[in-house]
């Protein structure tokens, strides 16, 4: 058994030196027994599984990866992918991660115009992408081979044609929902952050799109059409979506109740709040946990009012 307060959260990882440069490629193989830790740091990571299925986590989103899977992650969001072990608990997974700064991307957005058409890609980026164009994800494992071989100029040579590559596919989705960040976006008007930050900070109160208006000082009109325009979805979507993300970081961190974790995070009765959470994650909350438990802890349930876990 194990206690609640013994559980971990997502922690900051620092990456190996990249020896003076900006691109860092290596491989790895991981067994299904190994550990698998919620981490973050500071760099992007471009992630290629050639070998292994399992779970993969991304800020609030759970998925499946298996060979071909092709994700990148943004700075400071965690991630972890957790091997399936199947029959042979020494089931592998294999890995090709290609490591790079926020520096490297900022000082060629800022000083090279033409860069700028990317912005989009690297907006998408902070909440995870997940490549799906079948016949794309082939040709850029080519480029993996060849960043691996290359070094100095010629690597970043590469590597941009990757990333143009990659801005250029079509067949993606962006995996955590925006409201699992902190608001640092700093292409959107400054009153539309503050919105933001207020809305974040009071999500669970019944606040309304009245009170978010006059916070900023706004019509309410032009707030509902500029807050659809920039973060395209409705204000009670964006609220409910954030309430959701903290109920998932409740249901994998702590020990409390559906029901508890239901009206902290603002819904007024739990049917609703089962409602909403499958619309947005495709599972109840009962089977979020489960998984996620399993995935992250090896453990499947809980012992109930004690806040022990029980391992399976």
Known sequence: MIRNKERIQPAFKPLDSMGGTSIRYFEQDKSATQDNCLHYHDDYELHLTTDGEGRVFVGDYMGHFAPQSLILIGPNLPHCW????????????????I???????????KGVPEMQALTPFWERAQYGIEFLDVDAIANIQQIFDDIAALSGFRRVLRFWFLIDLLAAVTEYR????????????????????????????????GITLEQVAAHIGMSVGHFSRLFKRETGCRYIDFVNGIKINKA???????DR???????????????????????????TPSEYRRVAL????????FSGASGLLVSQ
């Not at 925006?178 to 999500?203: F, G, M, P, W």
């Not at 970081?249 to 702590?254: A, D, I, V, Y």
């Open 82 to 97: 957790v091997n399936q072990s199947g029959d042979n608990d020494d089931q592998g997974c294999t890995e090709r991660i």
């Open 99 to 109: 490591n790079f700064s926020p520096e490297l991307v900022s000082a060629h957005t």
């Open 174 to 205: 962006v995996l955590s929902d925006a409201a699992y960040l902190s608001c640092k976006d700093d292409t959107k008007s400054v009153r539309l952050d503050q919105a933001v930050a207020y809305i974040i900070e009071n999500y669970n109160t």
């Open 248 to 254: 998932c970081e409740q249901l994998t961190h702590s």
């Open 257 to 283: 109740s559906i029901t508890e974790i239901c009206f902290d995070v603002g819904f007024n009765n739990i049917a609703n709040f089962n409602r909403r959470f499958y619309d947005v994650k495709k599972m």
């Open 294 to 301: 399993k995935s992250l802890y090896g453990y499947k349930s």
